[in-house]
């Protein structure tokens, strides 16, 4: 089984120096953001370039992850 892990070692990034980021936003409909990142790509970058806090250092590595509806 190939892991994400796997994968980041494949591109030679250490998997130690990336910073995981999970979206998701009680404020929109179940799926919307899932959708939104499918469907409108520009959108959804728009999105995630706005924190209400720093929560990762500038020069950081991130892996963005959005979760989609569950059936």
């Known amino acids: 089984m190939l892991t994400f892990n796997d994968l980041l070692t494949?591109?030679?990034v250490d998997p130690a120096d990336v910073l995981l980021a999970r979206h998701q936003d009680t404020r929109l409909?179940?799926?919307q953001l899932h959708a939104t990142w499918r469907n409108a790509r520009g959108t959804?970058?728009?999105y995630q370039n706005v924190q209400r806090h720093d929560r990762f250092p500038v020069g950081s590595t991130l892996a963005s992850f959005v979760c989609?509806?569950?059936r």
Do not use: A, K, S
């Open 10 to 12: 494949l591109e030679g």
């Open 44 to 46: 959804f970058e728009e």
């Open 29 to 31: 409909e179940p799926g």
């Open 68 to 70: 989609g509806l569950r």
